[in-house]
């Protein structure tokens, strides 16, 4: 059993990853009654990627060249922290949830140094809204999982998946506002509408798009692989914690991919339905998120004392 | 020959500091409230000592090169290393009266460094007003101090009973009075303007190590002298932690000063370190002693990080100053081309000071994140939402320093140089360059391994407490940090992608914007960058500007714009209380006639005042 969510840790996280956002933009396309590409389009894109050269900029230094490799080993550390079960064994990085805001502010810095590095405006423009965007889905992440945490007792992800499982958990409204507060981080750190727009191919709208501008070839894949896998983590840490589940681990394998399924559907429908909103209004939207989390933690406060 | 000789000391000072930390024994006496001087060592100030002799080894060995040859240099030399003395006499000091002799030598012997150093106009102003913060503020560490030991609180901890006024008395006078040096806010003002008109290696024992000698004195009287204190204080801890950490950052991001930047940034960070001390004041007067102890070696963590980062940092900015003539961000770039190690080391302090793994700054957040969990955690209402606030002030804390270190980074390090001076600038001899890098080592190491000092830390705390040692984080109740596997995963992953990339690349290709050249006038400025921030805080920040269209027949001629982000607190609270003093001191110049006569009349009527009050009873 360990073995199985350890293969399936390592395999979903860096092999299936790509499938996520595919499977997404496959039900959009449905939805909007279009055919669309099939959900296996990322794995062509990478392949495609994979073949191509890359054009170097004028000028750029190491950190340019360091960049996607960082980013993307920042991202497979973060799928190592994040279990697909709840008995799921560490594996070396620890399993700890307030490690992964470090972790992915670190594949950040990586992609912003490299705007910088090549100096491209529409590069800076994008990063600089990324990372202040990221202010505040930081603080809305750490107040949903601040809840998640409080009703499991422990800050162990494998053990939180343990926590919350079952139905009793459900009777009070904690979980409920941490899961909305986690709703907004996941459509925030996937860009995905209404935050971010991931089929945008204007410089001047672009956020997470943006700083890969200048990027060809393996470098580019790797980001895409990236952007996959941050899909991976944070709909994981969704479908595992704020999702209701059954405390049993085979049945929380099982249901695993019934569940990313669901939740790609369920962004994919958000995106059909709603526009993106102007920037400046995306930190309003994830501060009503942060205070949804943080009724969560009074409420889990009331009930207990 | 003094100069060379100076680095070696400190070394031995921070070798036996941490020896003495890390054996637990304690030397000389014990502390004291009678007025004879004592002195000794016990585990918080062979911490300290450990510290401070850590920081200033690489800074004095900077300063050998970076001061220059002449008899101003040699001045400031000398004051440098009497500077570090009296730091060490403060943290050994074991009686009030050494305490506060050095205390306030600690104060006055930075200020005599700056004006030796530069004698203009603004930076006696700056002195001056330094001075006068940080001696009005004094006054409350001397009132805090006297009366614990008044009190007896210094010879045996339990003295001050637990709530009394007494105890709150004294823990706010000595959270006005400590808080100030340590530059907390709202009490920062000198903070920023002080800082960074100082040489270069003493900014960085400025912010390296003497801001926390006062964090050494608020843990002593908070922690150690008055015993558990009352939940209010805590909270009110926490408060001032959370205003720091966010308020510091905030207020950095805007600032177009290298030096004053990272003035701002000693700010947010002893509000990172503020907030672990809050959480462990809270989570002491809920019993919870455990996490209360681990939530002081947060403090003491993130204080031994801060000080090897940020004096990293002020070094770094020492040397792009002597290579290119300035630290204004906007006129820096490509300085890590130009100056492999220093901006290297300087790259890696950046990381570290945004708090990402596998440097330092992530472990001791991660830390002081979990001790904040652990309020709320506890399960009262009050400081459970106090806790959660903190947590998400905290963790907004770390990315507001992201956003500002990447900037930081991009503008200094990365890109095209913006200047001629700053094109043709060179490599630092080799003294300045160890330094950096040595401390850039101290971030690697410290990142990795801080497992093995927390344990040492956990149990600093006065009450018993221990925690097994490991090189990563493992806390009870946590998914543990093994810091050591998350480096390795990194750094193997890293090079295994960049040998898979291969060298592929094709001839390279100039930037992309929009097809059109890339002139030097297209690059981002900080400004640009922070933005977008600005328009979202703009209800708080109040953000100024004015842009002047000079037009001649209707053909625009000429675009100025200028903008600016206030200080509000400066202007709300130091500017009033400017303005009454100087009104009050104005009053007051009245008695100073010059004749003598007026003063022979005081005199009588001092004396007449006190006989009778002495006739009345009232005195003697």
């Known amino acids: 059993m360990n073995a199985l969510s350890l293969a399936l840790q390592l395999v979903g996280g860096l092999a299936l990853a790509p499938l996520l956002p595919g499977l997404v933009q496959y039900w959009k396309a449905r939805l909007q009654g279009r055919r669309g590409p099939t959900p296996l389009q990322p794995y062509r894109e990478l392949r495609r990627l994979w073949g191509k050269s890359s054009v170097d900029v004028e000028g750029a230094g190491i950190v340019y060249r360091l960049a996607p490799a960082v980013t993307a080993a920042s991202l497979v550390l973060a799928v190592l922290i994040v279990p697909v079960a709840s008995g799921a064994p560490s594996l070396g990085a620890g399993r700890d949830a307030l490690a992964l805001l470090g972790v992915l502010a670190l594949g950040r810095f990586a992609v912003t140094a490299a705007s910088w590095d090549v100096a491209n405006g529409f590069a800076l423009q994008g990063a600089s809204r990324d990372l202040t965007i990221a202010i505040f889905t930081d603080a809305t992440f750490v107040l949903s999982v601040a809840v998640a945490a409080l009703v499991a007792h422990t800050t162990n992800l494998a053990t939180i998946v343990a926590g919350t499982a079952g139905s009793a958990v459900w009777s009070s409204p904690s979980l409920a506002l941490g899961a909305v507060a986690f709703l907004l981080v996941v459509v925030a750190e996937t860009g995905r509408q209404p935050i971010d727009n991931p089929d945008t191919h204007l410089e001047l709208t672009m956020i997470h798009e943006g700083p890969l501008l200048e990027y060809a070839g393996r470098d580019l894949a790797l980001l895409q692989w990236s952007a996959a896998a941050r899909h991976w983590v944070v709909l994981v840490l969704a479908a595992q914690i704020f999702l209701p589940h059954t405390p049993g681990v085979w049945a929380q394998l099982a249901a695993l991919p019934v569940r990313l399924a669901i939740l790609c559907a369920g962004l994919a429908l958000l995106e059909t339905f709603t526009a993106k909103i102007r920037i400046l209004l995306a930190p309003r939207l994830l501060a009503v998120g942060a205070a949804a989390a943080l009724l969560g933690v009074v409420s889990w406060l009331v009930q207990i004392t | ?620």
């Open chain 2, 1 to 620: 020959m003094t100069a060379r000789l100076q680095p070696v000391a400190a070394a031995a000072i921070g070798v036996f500091g941490f020896s003495m930390l890390a054996t637990g024994t304690t030397l000389g006496s014990g502390f004291t409230g009678a007025f004879t001087p004592r002195f000794g060592v016990d585990g918080l100030t062979a911490f300290f000592l450990g510290v401070l002799g850590l920081v200033t080894a690489p800074t004095l060995a900077f300063a050998t090169r970076y001061l220059e040859p002449g008899r101003r240099g040699r001045i400031t030399s000398v004051l440098t290393g009497v500077f570090v003395l009296v730091l060490a006499e403060v943290v050994c000091a074991r009686d009030p009266l050494t305490f506060l002799a050095g205390w306030e030598l600690m104060t006055l012997l930075p200020a005599a460094i700056i004006l030796v150093s530069r004698s203009d106009d603004e930076a006696r102003r700056t002195v001056f007003l330094y001075l006068a913060i940080t001696h009005l503020a004094g006054a409350f560490t001397w009132v805090a101090v006297l009366l614990a030991a008044h009190a007896g609180a210094l010879d045996s901890t339990g003295a001050v009973a637990q709530g009394s006024g007494l105890q709150i008395a004294i823990a706010l006078t000595a959270l006005v009075g400590m808080g100030t040096k340590a530059g907390v806010m709202p009490m920062h003002s000198w903070l920023p303007r002080a800082h960074p008109i100082a040489p270069a290696p003493v900014s960085a024992l400025m912010s390296g190590v003497m801001i926390k000698v006062a964090i050494y004195g608020l843990v002593r009287v908070l922690v150690d002298w008055l015993g558990p204190l009352p939940l209010s204080v805590g909270i009110l801890v926490l408060a001032l932690g959370a205003l720091s950490a966010v308020g510091g950052v905030v207020y950095a991001l805007f600032q177009h000063d290298l030096k004053r930047l990272l003035a701002f940034h000693s700010i947010e960070n002893i509000g990172i370190i503020v907030l672990g001390l809050g959480a462990c004041l809270v989570l002491r007067s809920r019993g919870d002693e455990t996490w209360a102890a681990i939530a002081l070696a947060a403090a003491l963590l993130h204080t031994l990080n801060h000080a090897v980062f940020k004096a990293l940092l002020f070094l770094g900015a020492g040397a792009f100053e002597r290579a290119t003539g300035t630290v204004e961000i906007d006129r820096l770039g490509g300085l890590l081309r130009r100056l492999p190690w220093t901006g290297g080391a300087f790259l890696v302090g950046s990381l570290a000071i945004a708090g990402l793994p596998p440097f330092n700054g992530f472990a001791s957040e991660w830390v002081t994140l979990q001790a904040l969990l652990h309020v709320p955690a506890a399960g009262h209402l009050g400081d459970g939402v106090a806790g959660a606030l903190a947590l998400a002030a905290l963790a907004a804390t770390a990315a507001l320093a992201v956003l500002c270190f990447v900037k930081v980074t991009g503008l200094v390090l990365l890109g095209p140089p913006r200047s001629e001076a700053v094109a043709a600038a060179t490599e630092r001899p080799l003294p300045m360059r160890a330094a950096v890098v040595s401390l850039a080592g101290a971030c690697v190491v410290l990142g990795v391994a801080p497992g093995l000092l927390l344990g040492s830390l956990v149990s600093l705390a006065p009450w018993p407490a221990a925690l097994p040692t490991a090189i990563g984080l493992h806390l009870p109740g946590t998914g543990s940090l093994p810091t050591l596997g998350i480096a390795l995963v990194l750094v193997a992953v890293t090079g295994v992608l960049v040998v898979a990339r291969g060298r592929r690349a094709a001839a390279p290709a100039p930037t992309w914007a929009s097809g059109q050249l890339v002139e030097p006038s297209l690059l981002w400025t900080s400004a640009g960058f922070t933005k977008p921030l600005r328009l979202v805080l703009a209800g708080v920040l109040r953000p100024e500007r004015t842009i002047e269209v000079r037009a001649t027949r209707g053909v625009v001629q000429e675009v100025a714009y200028s903008g600016r982000v206030p200080q509000h607190l400066d202007e709300q609270l130091l500017a009033p209380a400017v303005r009454v003093a100087l009104r009050g001191a104005a009053h007051a110049r009245r008695l100073q006639t010059g004749h003598l006569g007026t003063y022979v009349a005081y005199l009588i009527a001092l004396v007449l005042v006190l006989l009778t009050a002495a006739k009345v009873g009232l005195i003697g």
